[in-house]
């Protein structure tokens, strides 16, 4: 079956230090990845996708994210954490050839000054 | 542009009456639609989608049922609620398959 796991339920980090939120995922044939972020109350946002090409994938609010094909990761980026960065974040995979978008559990990020 | 309306944003409805959530989509055409359940403030859970008009898949078998009867709508409905329909409901649309989801805002149900 094809799937997405996030590992940890929360990450706390630093403002200012580094973030990384693991994604792990499970598909056949090429995978079509994304990440949201979720505030309180809220729908999701779109942050970035993996679809193809470069690794290193640029997306939103100063946000990146890693494939690694051989570990089957994607794992989500920042240099710098900022407060406001606190949020509900999940990964999703498209599952084709429905189209239909199957969501990881969710990863809480909490950014403390 | 395209937005996505969902309605309403808060609903508390007493245990064994219906329930009716409506999702419309504009500035596109033949979008692929979903409706999410997300409970505990956690995971979300696929419940419907739907690539037409009149095509619904049910991902969980469970009290409530969707429709489309519009090209951009979409609807979410139960005849009698439970006590474990309460949640946060979200709905979804997306074309084509190297594109994400567009979510709207959600809706809080709270079932009594």
């Known amino acids: 079956a094809q799937s997405v796991a996030q590992p940890e339920d929360q990450v706390n980090v630093a403002e200012g230090n580094p973030l990384t939120v693991k994604c792990t995922y499970s598909?056949?044939?090429?995978?079509?990845l994304f990440w949201y972020v979720q505030y309180p109350n809220r729908g999701l946002q779109f942050l970035l996708k993996?679809?193809?090409?470069?690794?290193l994938v640029k997306g939103s609010y100063g946000f990146e994210a890693e494939f690694n094909k051989s570990q089957t990761s994607f794992h989500l980026k920042k240099p710098s954490a900022l407060v406001s960065d606190s949020a509900l974040y999940f990964c999703?995979?498209?599952?084709?050839?429905?189209?239909?978008?199957?969501f990881g559990q969710g990863t809480e990020l909490s950014v403390k000054p | 542009s395209q937005t996505i309306h969902q309605w309403p944003a808060t609903l508390v409805q007493p245990v064994g009456s219906p329930l009716s959530l409506e999702c419309t989509v504009e500035g596109t055409s033949n979008p692929n639609l979903y409706w999410y359940r997300q409970a505990a403030g956690r995971g979300l859970q696929l419940l419907f989608y739907s690539v037409g008009i009149g095509q619904i898949s049910s991902e969980v078998p469970q009290n409530l049922s969707a429709s489309r009867p519009q090209d951009r709508q979409f609807i979410l409905s139960s005849k009698k609620l439970l006590l474990s329909d309460s949640g946060f409901y979200l709905c979804?649309?997306?074309?084509?398959?190297?594109?994400?989801?567009?979510f709207g805002q959600g809706t809080r149900l709270t079932v009594v």
């Open positions: 999703a995979v498209r599952v084709t050839p429905e189209g239909k978008l199957i």
């Open positions: 598909v056949s044939g090429n995978p079509y």
């Open positions: 993996y679809i193809t090409g470069d690794n």
């Open positions: 979804a649309w997306t074309y084509g398959t190297r594109v994400g989801a567009f």
